[in-house]
Protein backbone atom coordinates (compact mmCIF):
# COMPACT_ATOMS: atom_id res chain seq x y z
CA UNK A 1 0.00 0.00 0.00
CA UNK A 2 1.36 3.75 -0.91
CA UNK A 3 2.31 6.10 1.60
CA UNK A 4 -0.28 8.48 0.82
CA UNK A 5 -3.35 5.71 0.75
CA UNK A 6 -2.09 5.12 4.15
CA UNK A 7 -1.87 8.53 5.58
CA UNK A 8 -5.56 9.13 4.09
CA UNK A 9 -6.86 6.19 5.85
CA UNK A 10 -4.85 7.10 9.66
CA UNK A 11 -6.49 10.78 9.14
CA UNK A 12 -9.83 8.98 7.87
CA UNK A 13 -9.85 6.78 11.50
CA UNK A 14 -8.64 10.13 13.60
CA UNK A 15 -10.50 12.62 11.77
CA UNK A 16 -13.75 10.78 10.54
CA UNK A 17 -15.95 14.03 11.09
CA UNK A 18 -13.50 16.26 9.68
CA UNK A 19 -13.17 13.98 6.68
CA UNK A 20 -16.60 14.02 5.91
CA UNK A 21 -16.73 18.01 6.65
CA UNK A 22 -14.30 17.92 4.01
CA UNK A 23 -16.22 16.29 1.30
CA UNK A 24 -18.71 18.69 1.34
CA UNK A 25 -16.53 21.50 1.11
CA UNK A 26 -14.89 19.70 -1.70
CA UNK A 27 -18.75 19.20 -3.35
CA UNK A 28 -19.61 22.88 -2.33
CA UNK A 29 -16.09 24.82 -4.25
CA UNK A 30 -17.07 22.96 -7.19
CA UNK A 31 -20.09 24.44 -7.64
CA UNK A 32 -19.27 27.45 -6.89
CA UNK A 33 -16.32 27.18 -9.64
CA UNK A 34 -18.54 25.31 -12.15
CA UNK A 35 -21.55 27.39 -11.25
CA UNK A 36 -21.79 29.11 -15.23
CA UNK A 37 -21.13 25.84 -16.54
CA UNK A 38 -23.17 23.10 -14.37
CA UNK A 39 -26.23 25.90 -13.52
CA UNK A 40 -29.19 25.38 -16.39
CA UNK A 41 -29.74 28.76 -15.79
CA UNK A 42 -28.57 32.52 -15.44
CA UNK A 43 -28.63 34.03 -11.42
CA UNK A 44 -30.29 37.12 -12.59
CA UNK A 45 -32.90 35.31 -15.92
CA UNK A 46 -36.21 34.79 -15.51
CA UNK A 47 -37.08 31.55 -16.80
CA UNK A 48 -40.71 30.73 -16.40
CA UNK A 49 -43.63 31.96 -14.49
CA UNK A 50 -43.41 32.76 -11.31
CA UNK A 51 -43.69 30.04 -8.08
CA UNK A 52 -43.59 26.77 -10.34
CA UNK A 53 -43.33 24.12 -7.57
CA UNK A 54 -40.00 22.11 -7.47
CA UNK A 55 -40.42 19.50 -10.59
CA UNK A 56 -38.54 17.53 -13.24
CA UNK A 57 -37.92 20.48 -15.69
CA UNK A 58 -36.91 22.75 -12.27
CA UNK A 59 -35.80 20.51 -9.41
CA UNK A 60 -36.20 23.44 -6.59
CA UNK A 61 -39.09 25.11 -8.50
CA UNK A 62 -39.01 28.77 -9.37
CA UNK A 63 -39.41 32.22 -7.14
CA UNK A 64 -41.49 35.24 -7.29
CA UNK A 65 -39.77 36.77 -10.18
CA UNK A 66 -39.50 33.36 -12.15
CA UNK A 67 -35.65 32.34 -11.69
CA UNK A 68 -34.55 28.99 -11.26
CA UNK A 69 -33.93 28.27 -7.42
CA UNK A 70 -31.70 25.58 -8.19
CA UNK A 71 -29.33 27.90 -10.62
CA UNK A 72 -28.97 30.81 -7.90
CA UNK A 73 -28.41 27.93 -4.90
CA UNK A 74 -25.49 26.93 -7.05
CA UNK A 75 -24.70 30.91 -7.47
CA UNK A 76 -25.16 31.36 -4.19
CA UNK A 77 -22.36 29.18 -3.04
CA UNK A 78 -20.65 31.07 -5.69
CA UNK A 79 -21.21 34.42 -3.97
CA UNK A 80 -20.67 32.82 -0.41
CA UNK A 81 -17.61 31.04 -0.75
CA UNK A 82 -16.06 34.50 -2.52
CA UNK A 83 -17.19 36.55 0.34
CA UNK A 84 -15.95 34.37 2.94
CA UNK A 85 -12.87 33.90 1.29
CA UNK A 86 -11.71 36.89 0.63
CA UNK A 87 -13.01 38.82 3.36
CA UNK A 88 -11.47 36.15 5.95
CA UNK A 89 -7.72 35.69 3.81
CA UNK A 90 -8.05 40.27 3.80
CA UNK A 91 -8.92 40.65 7.29
CA UNK A 92 -7.11 37.64 9.33
CA UNK A 93 -3.60 38.72 6.95
CA UNK A 94 -3.91 42.27 7.94
CA UNK A 95 -4.86 41.59 11.68
CA UNK A 96 -1.91 38.78 12.15
CA UNK A 97 0.55 41.41 10.86
CA UNK A 98 -0.93 43.88 13.27
CA UNK A 99 -1.30 41.73 16.18
CA UNK A 100 2.68 40.49 15.72
CA UNK A 101 4.05 43.90 14.95
CA UNK A 102 2.81 45.59 17.93
CA UNK A 103 2.42 42.64 20.01
CA UNK A 104 6.54 42.44 19.58
CA UNK A 105 7.22 46.12 19.26
CA UNK A 106 5.43 46.55 22.99
CA UNK A 107 4.81 49.70 24.25
CA UNK A 108 2.48 52.87 23.32
CA UNK A 109 2.04 51.14 20.04
CA UNK A 110 0.86 47.53 21.62
CA UNK A 111 -1.13 49.69 24.69
CA UNK A 112 -2.87 51.70 22.10
CA UNK A 113 -3.83 49.34 19.70
CA UNK A 114 -5.47 47.21 22.17
CA UNK A 115 -7.39 50.10 22.90
CA UNK A 116 -8.67 50.41 19.43
CA UNK A 117 -9.55 47.22 19.29
CA UNK A 118 -11.76 47.39 22.36
CA UNK A 119 -13.67 50.27 20.94
CA UNK A 120 -14.55 48.20 17.70
CA UNK A 121 -15.02 45.03 19.42
CA UNK A 122 -17.33 46.82 22.07
CA UNK A 123 -19.87 46.82 18.96
CA UNK A 124 -21.80 43.45 18.31
CA UNK A 125 -20.34 42.22 15.18
CA UNK A 126 -23.76 42.19 13.47
CA UNK A 127 -24.39 45.73 14.46
CA UNK A 128 -21.37 47.55 13.56
CA UNK A 129 -21.41 44.98 9.73
CA UNK A 130 -25.33 46.77 9.59
CA UNK A 131 -23.88 50.35 10.42
CA UNK A 132 -20.97 50.16 7.85
CA UNK A 133 -23.64 48.91 4.90
CA UNK A 134 -25.44 52.11 6.16
CA UNK A 135 -22.40 54.53 5.37
CA UNK A 136 -21.35 52.96 2.51
CA UNK A 137 -24.08 51.60 0.87
CA UNK A 138 -25.20 48.00 -0.22
CA UNK A 139 -22.72 45.95 -2.74
CA UNK A 140 -20.87 43.06 -2.71
CA UNK A 141 -17.69 44.13 -2.18
CA UNK A 142 -18.77 46.85 0.84
CA UNK A 143 -20.31 43.67 2.23
CA UNK A 144 -16.56 42.24 1.73
CA UNK A 145 -15.50 45.54 3.20
CA UNK A 146 -17.58 45.30 6.42
CA UNK A 147 -16.44 41.50 7.06
CA UNK A 148 -12.53 42.52 7.16
CA UNK A 149 -13.28 45.26 9.46
CA UNK A 150 -14.67 42.85 11.83
CA UNK A 151 -12.60 40.34 11.66
CA UNK A 152 -9.36 42.29 11.57
CA UNK A 153 -9.58 43.19 15.11
CA UNK A 154 -10.31 39.63 17.01
CA UNK A 155 -7.33 38.47 14.58
CA UNK A 156 -5.06 40.64 15.84
CA UNK A 157 -6.10 39.91 19.08
CA UNK A 158 -5.48 36.61 19.34
CA UNK A 159 -2.03 36.14 17.35
CA UNK A 160 -0.94 38.83 19.60
CA UNK A 161 -1.45 37.09 22.42
CA UNK A 162 0.41 34.22 20.82
CA UNK A 163 2.99 35.95 19.46
CA UNK A 164 3.67 37.85 23.04
CA UNK A 165 4.29 34.63 24.04
CA UNK A 166 6.71 33.31 21.75
CA UNK A 167 8.62 36.83 21.98
CA UNK A 168 8.97 35.62 25.83
CA UNK A 169 10.59 31.83 24.75
CA UNK A 170 14.00 31.27 25.51
CA UNK A 171 14.91 30.47 21.72
CA UNK A 172 13.88 34.24 21.04
CA UNK A 173 16.20 35.63 24.09
CA UNK A 174 18.94 33.31 22.18
CA UNK A 175 18.54 34.81 19.28
CA UNK A 176 18.65 38.21 20.58
CA UNK A 177 21.44 37.72 22.61
CA UNK A 178 23.16 36.73 19.77
CA UNK A 179 22.61 39.75 18.21
CA UNK A 180 19.89 39.26 15.65
CA UNK A 181 18.07 41.90 14.62
CA UNK A 182 14.19 43.09 15.40
CA UNK A 183 12.97 42.61 11.84
CA UNK A 184 15.41 38.87 11.53
CA UNK A 185 13.27 37.78 14.53
CA UNK A 186 9.86 38.73 14.03
CA UNK A 187 10.57 37.06 10.56
CA UNK A 188 12.68 33.84 11.32
CA UNK A 189 11.23 33.08 14.56
CA UNK A 190 7.56 35.12 15.55
CA UNK A 191 6.17 34.94 11.88
CA UNK A 192 6.16 31.06 11.22
CA UNK A 193 5.19 30.36 14.50
CA UNK A 194 2.02 31.88 14.73
CA UNK A 195 1.51 30.34 11.07
CA UNK A 196 -0.96 27.48 13.14
CA UNK A 197 -3.08 30.04 14.66
CA UNK A 198 -3.26 31.56 11.48
CA UNK A 199 -4.33 28.83 9.87
CA UNK A 200 -6.95 27.96 12.38
CA UNK A 201 -7.92 31.44 12.64
CA UNK A 202 -8.50 31.32 8.37
CA UNK A 203 -10.75 28.07 8.76
CA UNK A 204 -12.48 29.01 11.39
CA UNK A 205 -13.67 31.91 10.66
CA UNK A 206 -14.73 31.27 6.94
CA UNK A 207 -18.53 29.75 7.81
CA UNK A 208 -18.44 32.58 10.66
CA UNK A 209 -18.17 35.30 7.60
CA UNK A 210 -20.66 33.60 5.49
CA UNK A 211 -23.61 33.71 8.61
CA UNK A 212 -22.41 37.07 8.76
CA UNK A 213 -23.12 38.00 5.00
CA UNK A 214 -26.21 35.78 4.37
CA UNK A 215 -27.52 37.63 7.73
CA UNK A 216 -27.02 41.31 6.48
CA UNK A 217 -28.52 40.20 3.06
CA UNK A 218 -31.68 38.46 5.43
CA UNK A 219 -31.94 41.70 6.91
CA UNK A 220 -32.00 43.86 3.34
CA UNK A 221 -28.67 45.55 3.97
CA UNK A 222 -26.03 42.61 2.61
CA UNK A 223 -25.82 42.44 -1.23
CA UNK A 224 -28.20 43.95 -3.79
CA UNK A 225 -31.44 41.66 -3.79
CA UNK A 226 -31.27 40.77 -7.33
CA UNK A 227 -27.69 38.66 -6.17
CA UNK A 228 -28.19 35.04 -5.60
CA UNK A 229 -27.34 35.58 -1.88
CA UNK A 230 -29.06 32.55 0.35
CA UNK A 231 -29.87 35.41 2.93
CA UNK A 232 -31.49 37.56 0.22
CA UNK A 233 -32.97 34.53 -1.42
CA UNK A 234 -34.30 32.98 2.52
CA UNK A 235 -35.64 37.35 2.64
CA UNK A 236 -38.07 36.85 -0.21
CA UNK A 237 -38.89 33.19 0.73
CA UNK A 238 -40.22 34.39 4.01
CA UNK A 239 -42.14 37.08 2.30
CA UNK A 240 -44.58 34.11 0.32
CA UNK A 241 -44.14 31.13 2.76
CA UNK A 242 -47.67 30.04 2.74
CA UNK A 243 -47.62 29.44 -0.94
CA UNK A 244 -44.04 28.83 -1.82
CA UNK A 245 -42.09 26.69 1.14
CA UNK A 246 -39.60 25.56 -1.45
CA UNK A 247 -38.17 29.37 -1.51
CA UNK A 248 -36.79 29.02 2.15
CA UNK A 249 -36.26 25.36 2.41
CA UNK A 250 -33.43 25.15 -0.87
CA UNK A 251 -31.46 28.14 0.59
CA UNK A 252 -31.77 27.35 3.79
CA UNK A 253 -30.54 24.23 3.44
CA UNK A 254 -28.03 25.26 1.98
CA UNK A 255 -26.27 27.37 4.03
CA UNK A 256 -27.00 24.98 7.03
CA UNK A 257 -24.96 22.48 4.76
CA UNK A 258 -22.46 24.92 3.93
CA UNK A 259 -21.53 25.86 7.23
CA UNK A 260 -21.78 22.55 9.32
CA UNK A 261 -19.21 21.31 6.95
CA UNK A 262 -17.08 23.95 7.13
CA UNK A 263 -17.13 24.00 11.42
CA UNK A 264 -16.21 20.19 11.26
CA UNK A 265 -13.62 20.74 8.54
CA UNK A 266 -12.55 24.17 10.98
CA UNK A 267 -12.66 21.70 13.90
CA UNK A 268 -10.34 19.04 12.60
CA UNK A 269 -7.56 21.33 11.06
CA UNK A 270 -8.07 22.92 14.82
CA UNK A 271 -6.68 19.71 16.04
CA UNK A 272 -3.81 19.00 13.86
CA UNK A 273 -2.54 22.59 13.04
CA UNK A 274 -2.41 23.39 17.06
CA UNK A 275 -1.23 20.61 18.87
CA UNK A 276 -1.46 22.58 22.20
CA UNK A 277 -4.95 21.93 21.49
CA UNK A 278 -4.95 18.39 20.51
CA UNK A 279 -6.56 15.49 22.75
CA UNK A 280 -8.78 18.10 24.22
CA UNK A 281 -11.75 16.92 26.07
CA UNK A 282 -14.21 19.00 24.43
CA UNK B 1 -2.54 26.09 47.39
CA UNK B 2 -4.28 23.78 48.83
CA UNK B 3 -1.38 22.54 51.28
CA UNK B 4 0.33 25.43 51.46
CA UNK B 5 0.46 27.46 54.63
CA UNK B 6 -2.12 30.02 55.39
CA UNK B 7 -1.97 32.87 53.72
CA UNK B 8 -0.24 35.82 55.90
CA UNK B 9 -2.03 38.96 56.71
CA UNK B 10 0.44 41.03 54.43
CA UNK B 11 -0.50 39.10 51.57
CA UNK B 12 -4.15 39.42 52.05
CA UNK B 13 -3.70 43.27 52.31
CA UNK B 14 -1.69 43.19 48.99
CA UNK B 15 -4.40 40.50 47.56
CA UNK B 16 -7.35 43.00 48.81
CA UNK B 17 -5.32 45.61 47.14
CA UNK B 18 -4.44 43.67 44.03
CA UNK B 19 -8.90 43.63 43.64
CA UNK B 20 -8.94 46.95 43.89
CA UNK B 21 -6.19 48.05 41.61
CA UNK B 22 -8.26 45.33 39.17
CA UNK B 23 -11.39 47.32 39.37
CA UNK B 24 -10.57 50.14 39.35
CA UNK B 25 -8.74 49.48 36.20
CA UNK B 26 -11.73 47.79 34.89
CA UNK B 27 -13.69 50.86 35.55
CA UNK B 28 -11.21 53.49 34.19
CA UNK B 29 -11.26 51.69 30.96
CA UNK B 30 -14.90 51.29 30.49
CA UNK B 31 -15.46 55.31 29.85
CA UNK B 32 -12.87 55.52 27.06
CA UNK B 33 -13.74 52.20 25.28
CA UNK B 34 -17.81 53.77 25.22
CA UNK B 35 -16.29 57.34 23.63
CA UNK B 36 -14.06 55.30 21.26
CA UNK B 37 -16.93 53.34 19.68
CA UNK B 38 -18.98 56.04 19.40
CA UNK B 39 -16.74 58.02 18.17
CA UNK B 40 -16.07 55.79 15.62
CA UNK B 41 -19.61 55.23 14.55
CA UNK B 42 -19.80 59.00 14.12
CA UNK B 43 -17.04 59.32 12.17
CA UNK B 44 -18.20 55.85 9.93
CA UNK B 45 -21.62 57.87 9.84
CA UNK B 46 -19.93 60.80 8.30
CA UNK B 47 -18.05 59.20 5.89
CA UNK B 48 -21.30 58.74 3.55
CA UNK B 49 -20.93 59.38 -0.58
CA UNK B 50 -22.87 62.69 -0.80
CA UNK B 51 -24.36 63.91 2.53
CA UNK B 52 -27.35 63.50 4.51
CA UNK B 53 -28.72 66.77 4.11
CA UNK B 54 -28.90 65.65 -0.16
CA UNK B 55 -30.10 62.37 0.46
CA UNK B 56 -33.06 63.92 2.55
CA UNK B 57 -34.45 66.99 0.12
CA UNK B 58 -33.86 64.30 -2.91
CA UNK B 59 -35.87 62.02 -0.47
CA UNK B 60 -38.63 64.23 -0.53
CA UNK B 61 -38.74 64.72 -4.14
CA UNK B 62 -39.14 68.48 -4.80
CA UNK B 63 -38.91 69.85 -8.20
CA UNK B 64 -37.05 73.36 -8.00
CA UNK B 65 -33.32 72.95 -7.67
CA UNK B 66 -33.05 76.65 -6.21
CA UNK B 67 -35.50 75.67 -3.63
CA UNK B 68 -33.67 72.55 -3.24
CA UNK B 69 -30.35 74.43 -2.68
CA UNK B 70 -31.85 76.30 0.19
CA UNK B 71 -33.35 73.33 1.94
CA UNK B 72 -30.12 71.48 1.89
CA UNK B 73 -28.06 74.39 2.95
CA UNK B 74 -30.64 75.21 5.67
CA UNK B 75 -30.71 71.34 6.87
CA UNK B 76 -26.75 71.61 7.04
CA UNK B 77 -26.90 74.42 9.29
CA UNK B 78 -29.30 72.46 11.48
CA UNK B 79 -27.99 69.55 12.07
CA UNK B 80 -24.50 71.15 12.32
CA UNK B 81 -22.75 69.94 8.96
CA UNK B 82 -20.67 72.92 8.12
CA UNK B 83 -19.09 72.23 11.31
CA UNK B 84 -15.59 69.89 11.77
CA UNK B 85 -16.36 66.59 12.42
CA UNK B 86 -14.29 66.50 15.72
CA UNK B 87 -16.76 69.94 16.57
CA UNK B 88 -20.06 68.01 15.69
CA UNK B 89 -19.12 64.57 17.64
CA UNK B 90 -18.43 67.22 21.01
CA UNK B 91 -21.50 68.46 20.43
CA UNK B 92 -23.55 65.77 20.15
CA UNK B 93 -21.51 63.92 22.93
CA UNK B 94 -22.40 66.94 25.13
CA UNK B 95 -26.49 66.28 24.04
CA UNK B 96 -26.23 62.65 24.38
CA UNK B 97 -24.95 62.99 28.03
CA UNK B 98 -28.03 65.05 28.48
CA UNK B 99 -29.91 62.07 27.14
CA UNK B 100 -30.65 64.12 24.10
CA UNK B 101 -29.99 62.50 20.83
CA UNK B 102 -31.79 64.74 18.55
CA UNK B 103 -35.01 64.23 16.83
CA UNK B 104 -34.94 60.85 14.08
CA UNK B 105 -36.16 61.75 10.65
CA UNK B 106 -37.96 58.64 9.84
CA UNK B 107 -40.30 58.69 13.00
CA UNK B 108 -40.29 62.69 13.52
CA UNK B 109 -39.88 62.36 17.38
CA UNK B 110 -37.30 62.65 19.47
CA UNK B 111 -34.59 59.92 18.93
CA UNK B 112 -34.67 59.43 23.08
CA UNK B 113 -38.43 58.41 23.20
CA UNK B 114 -37.97 55.25 20.69
CA UNK B 115 -34.82 54.46 22.80
CA UNK B 116 -37.46 54.29 26.08
CA UNK B 117 -39.76 52.82 23.95
CA UNK B 118 -38.13 50.06 22.49
CA UNK B 119 -35.10 49.02 24.99
CA UNK B 120 -37.32 47.11 27.83
CA UNK B 121 -38.64 45.02 24.92
CA UNK B 122 -35.07 44.26 23.54
CA UNK B 123 -34.00 43.45 26.73
CA UNK B 124 -36.60 41.41 27.87
CA UNK B 125 -36.08 39.48 24.63
CA UNK B 126 -32.49 39.04 25.42
CA UNK B 127 -33.30 38.21 29.05
CA UNK B 128 -35.31 35.33 28.05
CA UNK B 129 -33.21 34.33 25.50
CA UNK B 130 -30.47 33.68 27.29
CA UNK B 131 -32.76 32.12 30.19
CA UNK B 132 -34.16 29.32 28.37
CA UNK B 133 -30.92 28.34 26.73
CA UNK B 134 -29.42 27.99 29.88
CA UNK B 135 -32.43 26.51 31.30
CA UNK B 136 -31.69 23.10 29.13
CA UNK B 137 -28.00 23.91 27.94
CA UNK B 138 -26.44 23.40 31.29
CA UNK B 139 -28.73 19.76 32.45
CA UNK B 140 -27.78 18.96 28.89
CA UNK B 141 -24.29 19.19 29.29
CA UNK B 142 -24.32 17.56 32.80
CA UNK B 143 -25.83 14.74 31.63
CA UNK B 144 -23.52 14.36 28.41
CA UNK B 145 -20.57 15.08 31.04
CA UNK B 146 -21.46 12.13 33.32
CA UNK B 147 -22.23 9.63 30.90
CA UNK B 148 -19.78 10.35 28.51
CA UNK B 149 -19.10 8.31 25.18
CA UNK B 150 -22.96 6.89 25.11
CA UNK B 151 -25.27 7.16 22.98
CA UNK B 152 -26.96 10.14 25.34
CA UNK B 153 -23.69 12.02 25.52
CA UNK B 154 -23.80 11.76 21.52
CA UNK B 155 -27.28 12.69 21.12
CA UNK B 156 -26.50 15.87 23.23
CA UNK B 157 -23.05 16.52 21.11
CA UNK B 158 -25.01 16.14 17.68
CA UNK B 159 -27.67 18.52 18.79
CA UNK B 160 -25.37 21.20 19.97
CA UNK B 161 -23.14 21.07 16.74
CA UNK B 162 -26.17 21.47 14.60
CA UNK B 163 -27.22 23.92 16.55
CA UNK B 164 -24.30 25.95 15.72
CA UNK B 165 -24.54 25.35 12.08
CA UNK B 166 -27.90 26.38 12.07
CA UNK B 167 -27.79 30.28 10.95
CA UNK B 168 -30.72 31.79 13.52
CA UNK B 169 -32.66 33.21 10.96
CA UNK B 170 -33.03 29.92 8.76
CA UNK B 171 -33.96 29.11 12.58
CA UNK B 172 -36.30 31.71 13.04
CA UNK B 173 -37.84 31.36 9.60
CA UNK B 174 -38.42 27.58 10.12
CA UNK B 175 -40.32 27.88 13.45
CA UNK B 176 -42.71 30.30 11.99
CA UNK B 177 -43.15 28.42 8.63
CA UNK B 178 -43.88 25.18 11.54
CA UNK B 179 -46.25 27.52 13.20
CA UNK B 180 -48.20 28.33 10.09
CA UNK B 181 -48.47 25.95 8.40
CA UNK B 182 -48.15 22.71 10.07
CA UNK B 183 -49.61 23.99 13.59
CA UNK B 184 -51.58 26.82 11.71
CA UNK B 185 -50.93 28.75 14.41
CA UNK B 186 -50.19 32.42 14.08
CA UNK B 187 -48.22 34.46 16.42
CA UNK B 188 -49.81 37.71 17.53
CA UNK B 189 -47.69 40.64 15.56
CA UNK B 190 -49.16 43.18 17.37
CA UNK B 191 -46.84 43.90 20.58
CA UNK B 192 -48.51 44.33 23.85
CA UNK B 193 -46.63 45.24 27.00
CA UNK B 194 -45.72 42.85 28.89
CA UNK B 195 -46.82 45.28 31.99
CA UNK B 196 -50.33 45.21 30.40
CA UNK B 197 -50.95 41.95 28.96
CA UNK B 198 -48.27 39.58 29.75
CA UNK B 199 -49.78 36.15 28.14
CA UNK B 200 -50.11 37.71 24.68
CA UNK B 201 -46.67 39.45 25.08
CA UNK B 202 -45.32 36.15 26.03
CA UNK B 203 -46.97 34.26 23.50
CA UNK B 204 -45.16 36.89 20.60
CA UNK B 205 -41.83 36.73 22.76
CA UNK B 206 -41.47 33.15 23.12
CA UNK B 207 -40.65 31.99 19.29
CA UNK B 208 -37.70 34.45 18.74
CA UNK B 209 -36.35 33.40 22.17
CA UNK B 210 -36.32 29.88 21.47
CA UNK B 211 -35.06 30.35 17.99
CA UNK B 212 -31.82 31.95 19.32
CA UNK B 213 -31.81 30.16 22.57
CA UNK B 214 -31.38 26.65 20.39
CA UNK B 215 -28.26 28.67 19.07
CA UNK B 216 -26.91 30.32 22.11
CA UNK B 217 -27.46 26.91 24.02
CA UNK B 218 -24.78 25.08 21.94
CA UNK B 219 -21.87 26.17 22.66
CA UNK B 220 -23.06 26.28 26.61
CA UNK B 221 -23.78 22.88 26.52
CA UNK B 222 -20.45 21.79 24.95
CA UNK B 223 -18.41 24.45 27.76
CA UNK B 224 -20.43 23.01 30.42
CA UNK B 225 -19.70 19.05 29.03
CA UNK B 226 -16.14 19.80 28.68
CA UNK B 227 -15.66 21.50 31.97
CA UNK B 228 -17.34 18.81 34.31
CA UNK B 229 -15.10 16.28 32.26
CA UNK B 230 -12.17 18.17 33.53
CA UNK B 231 -13.61 18.93 37.15
CA UNK B 232 -14.58 15.20 37.45
CA UNK B 233 -10.78 14.14 37.05
CA UNK B 234 -9.69 16.63 40.27
CA UNK B 235 -8.46 15.11 43.34
CA UNK B 236 -11.07 16.85 45.04
CA UNK B 237 -14.20 15.17 43.45
CA UNK B 238 -12.28 11.76 43.49
CA UNK B 239 -11.86 12.16 47.60
CA UNK B 240 -15.66 13.19 47.74
CA UNK B 241 -16.24 9.99 45.80
CA UNK B 242 -13.95 8.25 48.16
CA UNK B 243 -15.38 9.45 51.37
CA UNK B 244 -18.81 7.96 50.26
CA UNK B 245 -20.98 10.82 49.02
CA UNK B 246 -23.62 9.79 46.53
CA UNK B 247 -22.71 11.00 43.34
CA UNK B 248 -25.77 13.31 42.99
CA UNK B 249 -23.80 15.18 45.89
CA UNK B 250 -20.74 14.89 43.97
CA UNK B 251 -21.65 16.47 40.66
CA UNK B 252 -24.39 18.92 42.04
CA UNK B 253 -22.52 20.24 44.88
CA UNK B 254 -18.97 19.78 43.52
CA UNK B 255 -18.46 19.40 40.50
CA UNK B 256 -20.88 21.72 38.53
CA UNK B 257 -20.32 24.63 41.00
CA UNK B 258 -16.74 25.05 39.64
CA UNK B 259 -18.11 24.12 36.22
CA UNK B 260 -19.82 26.76 35.95
CA UNK B 261 -17.26 29.69 36.15
CA UNK B 262 -16.23 29.40 32.36
CA UNK B 263 -20.33 29.78 31.56
CA UNK B 264 -19.97 33.00 33.56
CA UNK B 265 -17.64 34.72 31.13
CA UNK B 266 -19.58 32.53 28.05
CA UNK B 267 -22.21 35.28 28.73
CA UNK B 268 -20.07 38.25 28.32
CA UNK B 269 -18.58 36.73 25.50
CA UNK B 270 -21.67 36.37 23.66
CA UNK B 271 -23.24 39.48 24.53
CA UNK B 272 -22.63 41.02 21.48
CA UNK B 273 -23.68 37.54 19.15
CA UNK B 274 -26.73 37.39 21.46
CA UNK B 275 -27.70 41.35 20.77
CA UNK B 276 -27.06 41.01 16.76
CA UNK B 277 -29.48 38.31 17.04
CA UNK B 278 -31.77 39.83 18.42
CA UNK B 279 -31.80 42.65 15.59
CA UNK B 280 -32.56 39.42 13.24
CA UNK B 281 -35.57 37.74 15.56
CA UNK B 282 -37.41 41.12 15.90
CA UNK B 283 -36.99 41.65 12.05
CA UNK B 284 -38.43 37.72 11.42
CA UNK B 285 -41.57 38.16 14.68
CA UNK B 286 -41.88 41.66 14.09
CA UNK B 287 -41.02 42.61 17.42
CA UNK B 288 -41.06 46.68 17.61
CA UNK B 289 -38.11 46.44 19.45
CA UNK B 290 -34.57 48.29 19.02
CA UNK B 291 -33.22 45.56 16.43
CA UNK B 292 -35.99 47.02 14.33
CA UNK B 293 -35.57 50.28 14.34
CA UNK B 294 -31.86 50.03 13.65
CA UNK B 295 -32.62 48.26 10.76
CA UNK B 296 -35.62 50.42 9.80
CA UNK B 297 -33.11 53.49 10.96
CA UNK B 298 -30.28 51.96 8.15
CA UNK B 299 -32.46 51.71 5.53
CA UNK B 300 -34.08 55.40 6.01
CA UNK B 301 -30.22 56.71 6.64
CA UNK B 302 -32.10 58.01 9.49
CA UNK B 303 -28.51 58.75 11.03
CA UNK B 304 -29.31 60.26 14.42
CA UNK B 305 -31.30 57.23 15.58
CA UNK B 306 -28.68 54.55 13.93
CA UNK B 307 -26.06 56.57 16.21
CA UNK B 308 -28.02 56.58 19.48
CA UNK B 309 -29.18 52.81 19.20
CA UNK B 310 -25.25 51.77 18.27
CA UNK B 311 -24.11 53.91 21.22
CA UNK B 312 -26.78 52.08 23.36
CA UNK B 313 -25.70 48.93 22.25
CA UNK B 314 -21.97 49.46 23.05
CA UNK B 315 -23.17 50.62 26.46
CA UNK B 316 -25.14 47.63 27.44
CA UNK B 317 -22.28 45.20 25.69
CA UNK B 318 -19.52 46.65 27.70
CA UNK B 319 -21.18 46.87 31.03
CA UNK B 320 -22.00 43.25 30.35
CA UNK B 321 -18.64 42.48 30.21
CA UNK B 322 -17.52 44.64 33.04
CA UNK B 323 -19.91 42.84 35.71
CA UNK B 324 -19.03 39.57 34.19
CA UNK B 325 -15.40 40.56 34.79
CA UNK B 326 -15.82 41.94 38.15
CA UNK B 327 -18.41 38.77 38.77
CA UNK B 328 -15.64 36.47 37.95
CA UNK B 329 -13.12 37.84 39.86
CA UNK B 330 -15.62 37.61 43.12
CA UNK B 331 -16.39 34.27 42.46
CA UNK B 332 -12.93 32.90 41.26
CA UNK B 333 -10.59 34.08 44.33
CA UNK B 334 -7.70 32.53 42.17
CA UNK B 335 -8.00 35.35 39.20
CA UNK B 336 -7.64 37.95 41.57
CA UNK B 337 -3.69 38.05 41.88
CA UNK B 338 -3.50 37.12 38.13
Known amino acids: ?282 | MQHGPRVQPGAARLQSCAVQVYVVHRLLLFVPTLLGASLLIFVLMRLVPGDIAQILVYQTGSEQSSVQEKQIKQIRTELGLDKPVLVQYVTWLGNAVRLDFGESYSQRRPVRDILLERFPRSMELAVLTMGLAMLWAIPLGVISAVRQNTWLDYGVRVLSISGLSLPIFFTGVLILYLLVRVFRYLPPLEYSALTENPVENLKQMIWPALAQAYYISAPIMRLTRSQMLEVVRQDYVRTAFAKGLSDRAVIYRHALRNSLLPVVTFIGWWGGRLLGGIVIMEIIFAVPGMGTALVQAVSYRDYPTVQAIVFVMALIFLAVNLIVDLLYGWLDPRIRLA
Not at chain 1, 51 to 56: E, K, S
Not at chain 1, 114 to 123: E, F
Not at chain 1, 246 to 266: C, D, E, Q, T
Request: net charge positive; with cysteine; charged share 10%.
Open chain 1, 1 to 282: MSAVAAQTRRLLARQPLGVAGAAVVLVLVATALLAPVLAPHGPKEAVFGQFVPPGREFPMGTDNLGRDVLSRVMWGARLSLYVGLVSVLVGVTIGSLWGIFTGYLGGIADVSSQRVIDCVMALPPIVLALSLMAAVGQSVNNVILALTILLTPTAARTVRSVALGIAASPYVEAARAAGTSHVRIVLRHILPNCLATYIVLVTTNISYAIVVEASLSFLGVGAPPDEPSWGGMLTAGTQAMETAPWLIFFPGVAISLAVFALNLLGDAIRDIADPRLRGGLG
